[in-house]
């Protein structure tokens, strides 16, 4: 018996090794094996079995298997090579990204002592306890009123040791007693257990009922879920998961950054209690490897996380839903495979029988596409839940604002300001989203007009307040001393320009003095705890003026919050990238949606250069309808997708010349054209430098009128691209292949 193995390297080649006797009935396709490659043992994961050889030469022996049960189902498998496949990947490395690092490695999840509650028969009992033990007395009147387990530790303010008084309890028979595994949790949230069934409104039950519908026929059955902000998704996903663990199937989750939306995981966790895993980058790698082991023994039914969530290896899946599916973070660019995990996750659930739900309330423009033309399901949601109003939206053109008070460069329209003070008068809370870090984003010379450049990327550094550095959003580059001279012409005239959320916070603590202001960006929110500790801070109220970046835009619910303000609704929109308007609207749509989300009525205020822009005009009419209809009119007109499949050839290096010049050779390399192909470049990225790597690209688009499952295109990448070391000798150059880019910059 021999066994095919893959193992994470660049090539497509898998390597032929013997099955021992001894193990011919444990390794099945999909094991972990450990064999002899080369000069080193090493791991590598079995991708076929046959019972003969051709290979004359001597064939070495799989020296054991890695794992005593199986780590991968054979659904799963089955995703791999498909990925291999359709992102042209080696299988092994495809397999080294969906299986987590260390596996073996051992983790013993700490434990805590809950206690609960038993049904006092004898209120003498109870007395005795009150005269005798007054303290016991005491921690158990909190443990009856709570009438669930609760955490022995959440007892301190009782008790000094709460331990010993529990089990004082446990010895009169009136609480028990017993420990918990305490599983790996970063929502930072909590709810109470919620065992009724939530009172859906007509629009909602309909997608209840279609959604376990597809359940009950176990196929492949796509959703598009399309609902606006504050219409109660998260409810929907939570009757689905729930029909779906009534038949015994399992159901994944998956986020755009779990650590951005804590609140959706709590909820969760609250209804489903341990049978939850959460599944993101803030696990260590033991943790992860526990985490992977237990779903696969099935003690986890349901799998919430960030886009790799979507290769957990759960038996039955029978549900699987994308929450805001048209975020960018569920695309991984770097490194290899180079996927979308929604297009992962609709091909798994075929391989599964399972059914998708993908969700948003601004839908990217392939799912609307799709639903256009009958490839997903479309269902609905056009009201808020429990009879929210939309909120108010003001446009405001910045430059007439500007005009009129003769205040020019002013951050905040009058209209916006008058509007906080109100709020703050009324003691409502107010978001404000500025999409730009730091204090000023260019540093420029007033005499020769030099910008300050980083070293390693070809973009202007960020000027930072705090510690007065320097830093590139890119590469991570800092210079601690902040900029006195120019480094060109020796002149000391350097101008601070542009608005991050960094000035906006100082202006807004000078302008409103008594408000309580915080800032949320990837400078406060470095850690999951310092992110959740600012969310839950607004969410008690303790935060007046909540002001961020794009996180704040969505998976956010504060009751509270009736005022958004968008600073600068134009930042990114004249980006050179066919995504980019598409994008802004999103961006503005979401953001809108965080203002009056329940009985308190909301307003939004949008500040505008361009508020004639066809984006920004439809963003805040909230009409995602018009202005779909023009992009996809426009995307039409260019062949851009979703009117074309598209792929990206990227080619970097550390020498510009030499990256120029292989980009060239390939170009004029190229075989196979055909009609409906259009080649574009090659020509350098927008970014043309990153991390000290230049940047060349060959852009292809192959029409779905003459290529329309994109097979066409796959072959042509596969016939020109599969062996690129042999074929381009690129030597210290790299060349990347993206399918289905999400940007061209």
Not at 15 to 41: A, C, M, N
Not at 61 to 90: F, H, R
Not at 552 to 566: E, H, R, S, W, Y
Not at 596 to 602: A, D, L, Q, T
Request: net charge positive; glycine share 6%.
């Amino acid at each position: 018996m021999f066994a095919d193995v893959a193992f994470p390297i660049s090539g497509f080649q898998t390597f032929t090794y013997k099955i021992p006797k001894d193990l011919v009935s444990e390794v099945q396709i999909g094991s972990r094996v450990t064999v002899q490659f080369g000069p080193r043992k090493t791991q590598g994961i079995v991708t076929g079995l046959k019972n003969e050889s051709s290979f004359s030469g001597k064939i070495k022996d799989i020296a054991g298997l890695v794992d005593n049960l199986p780590i991968m189902t054979p659904e799963l498998w089955k995703l791999i090579q498909w990925m291999s496949q359709y992102y042209v990947t080696p299988l092994g490395q495809v397999g080294k990204a969906v299986l987590p690092k260390n596996l073996s490695t051992r983790y013993n999840p700490p434990k805590r002592w809950m206690v609960q509650a038993k049904p006092i028969f004898d209120d003498e009992d109870l007395e005795a306890v009150k005269k005798r033990a007054p303290k016991q007395y005491e921690v158990y009147q909190k443990i009856w009123k709570v009438k669930k387990p609760i955490q022995v530790s959440s007892l301190k303010d009782l008790a000094s040791n709460p331990l010993n008084v529990c089990r004082g309890l446990e010895k009169r028979k009136l609480v028990t007693l017993f420990e918990e595994t305490s599983l790996p949790d970063i929502t930072g949230f909590t709810f109470d257990p919620i065992h009724k069934k939530v009172s859906f409104n007509s629009h909602q039950q309909v997608a209840v009922d279609a959604i376990c519908k597809s359940l009950d026929k176990k196929e492949y059955s796509p959703f598009l879920l399309h609902g606006v902000t504050g219409s109660g998704k998260t409810e929907i996903y939570v009757e689905g998961v729930r029909h779906c663990l009534a038949q015994k199937r399992t159901a994944i989750i998956l986020l755009p950054e779990i650590s951005l939306t804590p609140q959706i995981a709590g909820r969760f966790r609250a209804v489903f209690g341990d049978t939850i895993a959460l599944w993101h980058s803030k696990l260590t790698q033991a943790q992860r490897s526990w985490t992977w082991k237990e779903i696969c023994k099935g003690t986890f039914k349901v799998v919430i996380g960030a886009r790799s969530a979507v290769f957990a290896p759960l038996k039955h899946l029978g549900l699987i839903v994308i929450d805001e599916e048209q975020e960018s973070s569920f695309r991984q660019d770097s490194p290899a495979p180079r996927y979308h995990a929604r297009d992962v996750a609709l091909m798994r659930a075929t391989y599964e029988g399972a059914s998708v739900v993908l969700s948003s309330a601004t839908p990217s423009l392939e799912s609307y596409y799709n639903y256009l033309h009958k490839k997903l399901s479309y269902l609905h949601l056009p009201e808020r839940y429990g009879g929210a109003k939309y909120p108010h939206v003001h446009l405001v053109d910045m430059l007439s604002d500007q005009e009129e008070s003769g205040k020019y460069g002013q951050i905040f329209s009058g209209l916006l300001q008058d509007k906080i003070e109100d709020r703050l008068n009324k003691k409502e809370q107010i978001i404000l989203l500025q999409n730009r870090r730091g204090y000023s984003p260019v540093i420029r010379c007033g005499d020769c007009g030099e910008i300050v450049m980083c070293p390693q990327c070809k973009v202007a550094l960020t000027f930072h307040s705090k510690g007065s550095q320097l830093i590139c959003h890119f590469c991570g580059h800092i210079e601690i001393k902040q900029r006195e001279t120019c480094i060109h012409c020796r002149c000391s005239n350097m101008k601070y320009s542009g608005t991050g959320t960094q000035r906006v916070e100082s202006i807004l603590e000078e302008t409103f003095p008594q408000a309580r202001v915080a800032r949320l960006d990837m400078d406060t929110a470095g850690t999951s705890q310092g992110l959740i500790s600012i969310l839950k801070a607004f969410a008690n109220g303790e935060i007046d003026i909540l002001l961020g970046t794009q996180m704040i835009a969505k998976g956010l619910d504060f009751p509270n919050a009736t005022l958004v303000g968008i600073i600068n609704a134009d930042l990114g929109l004249h980006l050179p990238d066919f995504r980019s308007g598409e994008r802004i609207f999103q961006l503005i749509y979401q953001a809108s949606g965080r203002a009056g989300r329940r009985k308190i009525p909301g307003e939004v205020v949008i500040q505008t250069y361009v508020p004639d822009n066809p984006v920004i005009k439809n963003a805040a009419k909230l009409d995602m309808i018009k202005y779909y209809n023009i992009a996809l009119s426009e995307r039409n007109e260019l062949k851009y997708p979703p009117f074309s499949w598209m792929a990206k050839i990227e080619i970097t290096g550390e020498n510009q010349i030499a990256v120029d010049s292989l980009s060239e050779r390939i170009s004029k390399l190229l075989n196979g054209k055909y009609k409906g192909l259009d080649v574009l470049g090659p020509a350098p990225c927008y970014l043309e430098k990153l991390r000290n790597q230049y940047r060349f690209q060959i852009v292809f688009k192959s029409l779905k009128s003459i290529d329309p499952n994109g097979y066409r295109l796959h072959k042509f990448i596969q016939d020109n691209f599969m062996d690129i070391q042999k074929k381009y000798r690129p030597g210290k150059n790299r060349i990347n292949i993206h399918f289905d880019p999400l940007s061209l910059i």
